[in-house]
């Protein structure tokens, strides 16, 4: 079975030079790609976009309006947020991506999937785009496949919290989410008492992280809350917001993970689920991001390429773990 790695040039025209999340990012992932002997073990394929009708059931008509108008000369959505020329059609072929690559892993014609995507949907809403995200990548393909009668888990580990993301399903049962992330840090949601509303109360988890948490805190906290939790809610498929902005090295960051970290986590959700697919969200520092990718990829393909790459974290989890159990004690077993 193979892994299949979706990427494409038109994501290119989402671009900004001088933002941080600019169309470098995939140009160093790509590249370090091309360099790595898992090349010839992924299976490249071309997005496909994602039909309009669906944009309708996750965001609202006005929120897609604004995206169309901005996108025909180019615009900002907000002080972080731009929008090139033609990215109405960018972000939904962003989102198709991520689609495709999950109905293909369901119809077991690929273990497994990378949405190497651009712009990023984590912190876009049913309301807003917002914090460099337009459309909601990961949050579309799993509305679609819970359609499908699938029970999908979208894991989180990008530095921000994915506010848009949780927001979505909030009142959902049937897609969960999970995040850890910077706290106090951009945009502000994400705390242990967060766990969802009516219907969705419970499967909605969130650790908020001190500053300088590392591997160590992160490790503790999957295997005492995201895994158990996970094995219970019993996901057909796991979408991974994949944010390498928790990296040491992140200019936007503030945790302290390590490249083989980010493999090590795929390696403890495909004990949970073998069916994951991956798709880009944030992560900054262009030295890094393509090691923070590979290594995940590594897992995927089911050959690790450890790096040399070190960082001690700080600051006791424990406390942390202690809280988000109580949180969620009604409603799993740990
Ligand atoms: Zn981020």
Same mark, same amino acid.
Request: with cysteine; charged share 20%; proline share 5%.
């Given at each position: 079975?193979?892994?299949?790695?979706?990427?494409?040039?038109?994501?290119?025209?989402?671009?900004?030079?001088?933002?941080?999340?600019?169309?470098?990012?995939?140009?160093?992932?790509?590249?370090?790609?091309?360099? @790595?002997?898992?090349?010839?073990?992924?299976?490249?394929?071309?997005?496909?976009?994602?039909?309009?009708?669906?944009?309708?059931?996750?965001? @609202?008509?006005?929120?897609?309006?604004?995206?169309?108008?901005?996108?025909?000369?180019?615009?900002?959505?907000?002080?972080?947020?731009?929008?090139?020329?033609?990215?109405? %059609?960018?972000?939904?072929?962003?989102?198709?991506?991520?689609?495709?690559?999950?109905?293909?892993?369901?119809? /077991?014609?690929?273990? +497994?999937?990378?949405?190497?995507?651009?712009?990023? $949907?984590?912190?876009?809403?049913?309301?807003?785009?917002?914090?460099?995200?337009?459309?909601?990548?990961?949050?579309?393909?799993?509305?679609?496949?819970?359609?499908?009668?699938?029970?999908?888990?979208?894991?989180?580990?990008?530095?921000?919290?994915? +506010? $848009?993301?949780?927001?979505?399903?909030?009142?959902?049962?049937?897609?969960?989410?999970?995040?850890?992330?910077?706290?106090?840090?951009?945009?502000?949601?994400?705390?242990?008492?967060?766990?969802?509303? /009516?219907? $969705?109360?419970?499967?909605?988890?969130? %650790?908020?992280?001190?500053?300088?948490?590392?591997?160590?805190?992160?490790?503790?906290?999957?295997?005492?809350?995201?895994?158990?939790? %996970?094995?219970?809610?019993?996901?057909?498929?796991?979408?991974?917001?994949?944010?390498?902005? @928790?990296?040491? @090295?992140?200019?936007?960051?503030?945790?302290?993970?390590?490249?083989?970290?980010?493999?090590?986590?795929?390696?403890?959700?495909?004990?949970?689920? =073998?069916?994951?697919?991956?798709?880009?969200? /944030?992560?900054?520092?262009?030295?890094?991001?393509?090691?923070?990718?590979?290594?995940?990829?590594?897992?995927?393909?089911?050959? =690790?390429?450890?790096?040399?790459?070190?960082?001690? $974290?700080? /600051? +006791?989890?424990?406390?942390?773990?202690?809280?988000?159990?109580?949180?969620?004690?009604?409603?799993?077993?740990?």
């Amino acid at each position: 079975m193979t892994t299949q790695v979706t990427f494409s040039a038109a994501f290119d025209a989402h671009d900004t030079p001088d933002h941080p999340e600019n169309a470098d990012r995939t140009a160093v992932m790509v590249d370090e790609l091309s360099l @790595s002997p898992l090349s010839a073990d992924v299976e490249m394929v071309s997005p496909e976009i994602l039909p309009e009708r669906l944009l309708y059931e996750v965001h @609202s008509a006005e929120m897609i309006e604004r995206v169309k108008e901005a996108s025909v000369a180019g615009s900002w959505i907000d002080l972080d947020t731009y929008v090139s020329k033609g990215d109405d %059609a960018t972000a939904r072929l962003a989102a198709g991506a991520v689609l495709q690559l999950c109905e293909t892993v369901m119809q /077991g014609r690929a273990q +497994n999937a990378y949405a190497l995507v651009r712009p990023p $949907g984590h912190h876009a809403s049913g309301e807003r785009s917002m914090g460099f995200c337009l459309f909601n990548n990961a949050a579309l393909a799993a509305h679609a496949l819970s359609k499908q009668g699938k029970r999908v888990l979208l894991f989180d580990h990008d530095v921000h919290h994915g +506010n $848009g993301t949780q927001s979505i399903f909030y009142s959902r049962r049937d897609v969960m989410y999970m995040s850890f992330h910077l706290w106090p840090h951009y945009p502000g949601t994400g705390s242990v008492q967060e766990i969802g509303e /009516g219907a $969705g109360q419970g499967y909605t988890v969130n %650790a908020p992280l001190g500053p300088g948490m590392g591997d160590e805190a992160v490790r503790l906290l999957c295997d005492e809350v995201f895994v158990p939790v %996970a094995r219970q809610f019993k996901p057909d498929i796991i979408i991974v917001s994949a944010g390498y902005d @928790s990296h040491h @090295s992140d200019p936007l960051g503030g945790l302290r993970l390590t490249a083989d970290f980010f493999g090590e986590m795929i390696k403890s959700l495909q004990g949970v689920q =073998p069916r994951v697919v991956c798709t880009l969200e /944030g992560g900054y520092n262009l030295s890094w991001i393509g090691k923070c990718f590979l290594s995940q990829l590594g897992m995927l393909v089911g050959r =690790p390429q450890p790096v040399e790459d070190q960082a001690v $974290g700080t /600051g +006791n989890v424990h406390p942390l773990i202690v809280d988000i159990k109580k949180a969620l004690s009604s409603y799993w077993r740990f």
